[in-house]
DNA sequence: CACGTACCGTTAGCCGTGCTAATGATCTAG
DNA sequence: CTAGATCATTAGCACGGCTAACGGTACGTG
């Protein structure tokens, strides 16, 4: 009870160190929850940036994912390699490519969501709303605080 | 706007596709923002559970840390040719090791703990109370839905 | 035009940290 | 005493971060 019983004024190095664990303790789990045929969470991220803003560079999508330009390089041939992601030369700059997801990365895509997220989304179906409300709002604060 | 409007009756799928994107974002961040003479995080959490709970066997710390015995091991060896850790013999049971704070990895818990969380610590200051209250629940939740 | 600089992607190679499978040592039940 | 359980470890794989260094391309400026 010593954890829910304060509520008010909470010091921000407190809840730092308590959200380091929490993140640290649910990332472990979702990977252990990830099945055999789930893309890894790193790749599958890839594809659904492309689902939702259509091809891009690399380099955009590491700026986006927030990863160096190296990481992405390996992703991306990775994804290319499984045939999800196609690398066509840009039509202006050689330098850059572009990558663009495969009519299979896009059945991939729809298909995966479903599959990857059971677990999780069963566990939130046993929250209240209000529950379910609060992690909604954490979402939010996370991606912010993380784009600064 | 189309993510803060719609408050009300949140769709676990999609709350928990929110969440990912967000845990995903935050780790990486987190990641990028831990200084040169920071211990890996992983590391340094095993420290923190010796801090608290007392010595303990290899075992038992996978357990805590939601980990397979054989990364634990690895885990520990690393701390213990730092010197942060040592690994005594069990009274009774051979089969057994202890796992062992040692002087010096005492107070690195003391002085990282600080350090470590200065980022997060500056950018969890300038939210709200009520901001700061979300992320606490949040972390509460998923560590509960951690321990499933 | 040519040259230098900036930019983009890639290669090479490191590290941390998760996993499974298999081994060795020890303990314990029968 | 032997068989099986339990604990830690070793070996080896995968994933996904990173930096450093490099090659090709674009572009501004003399």
């Known amino acids: 009870m010593s954890s829910s019983s ?3 004024g909470r010091n921000p190095a407190t809840v730092g ?9 649910i990332s ?3 990977r252990a929850e990830r099945g055999e045929a789930d893309l890894p969470e790193g ?6 940036v492309l689902h939702k803003h259509g091809e891009m560079s690399p380099g955009s999508l590491a700026e986006h994912e927030r990863v160096r330009p190296p990481s992405m390089t390996r992703a991306v041939n990775t994804l290319a390699e499984l045939g999800l992601v196609e690398k066509v030369e840009h ?3 050689r330098r ?11 059945r ?10 059971a677990w999780l989304t ?27």
């Open 122 to 148: 069963k566990q939130l179906s046993t929250l209240t709303g209000e529950e379910r409300e609060i992690l909604a709002g954490a979402s939010e604060l996370l991606i912010r605080i993380a784009a600064r």
């Open 28 to 30: 472990r789990r979702l």
């Open 96 to 106: 850059q490519v572009v990558v663009r997801l495969t009519p299979a990365g896009a």
């Open 91 to 93: 039509a202006t700059d």
């Open 43 to 48: 790749q599958f991220g890839i594809l659904t």
């Open 6 to 8: 304060q509520k008010r």
């Open 108 to 117: 991939e895509v729809a298909e995966t969501r479903r599959r990857r997220d």
């Open 17 to 25: 160190g308590d959200l380091r664990v929490a993140l640290t303790r």
